[in-house]
């Protein structure tokens, strides 16, 4: 039987996002809980949250959920207490459309590693039959991490991509967070 797992990957470093006047930790758990959010609202999918050294993310979590303590995020996939086939995003894409993690899975019809890139170099999100081959290595912050992966790969389309989307890593970035998206309430809540 299909199991999914969507997890939401949550780092230290995305605290350097916060834009001047908003508590940087409040702001990364505004992103962290958007993000959660919307993975905990898809139907037919087991979310989890994944944490690099941020404490607290029991208090985002709804009832059930896993909230799991790794040291890197090199670490997300293996962490992953089961499931057949699994999406990590990045929890610094507060906005982030639904319908994409919809498009990964459908990408693992074709490929065993598929990429949703971010725009300005990265990645948003990775999706993976489990486990994850031996041959993958996927770094969230690698400029052209599809590139970085198809070397990896041995063999030809092992690597798929579905659209690509934005992170918030820096100040200027809130700019792209599209207002007229549904979703995002925390993170909006705490900008205005």
Not at 31 to 57: H, K, N, R, W
Not at 114 to 131: D, K, Q, T
Request: net charge negative; hydrophobic share 45%.
């Amino acid at each position: 039987m299909l199991t999914r797992v969507v997890a939401v990957l949550v780092t230290a470093g995305m605290t350097d996002a916060s834009p001047p006047g908003v508590d940087p930790e409040e702001f990364l758990l505004a992103m962290a809980e958007d993000t959660y959010e919307m993975v905990a609202g898809l139907e037919l999918v087991e979310p989890v949250i994944l944490s690099a050294g941020v404490p607290d993310l029991d208090d985002i979590a709804w009832p059930g959920t896993p909230v799991i303590s790794i040291t890197s995020p090199s670490e997300a996939f293996s962490a992953l207490p089961y499931g057949t086939e699994a999406v990590v995003i990045s929890a610094d894409a507060p906005d982030l459309p639904p319908l994409l993690v919809g498009k990964l899975f459908r990408e693992l019809g074709r490929a065993p590693i598929a990429v949703c890139p971010a725009e300005g170099g990265g990645a948003v999100a990775v999706a993976s039959r489990l486990p994850l081959p031996d041959w993958a290595v996927p770094d969230f912050d690698e400029p052209d991490v599809v590139a970085a992966l198809r070397r990896q790969a041995p063999g030809r389309r092992m690597v798929a991509t579905g659209p690509g989307w934005h992170r918030l890593r820096k100040p200027a970035d809130v700019a792209r967070l599209d207002p007229g998206l549904e979703g995002w309430d925390n993170t909006r809540a705490l900008l205005s």
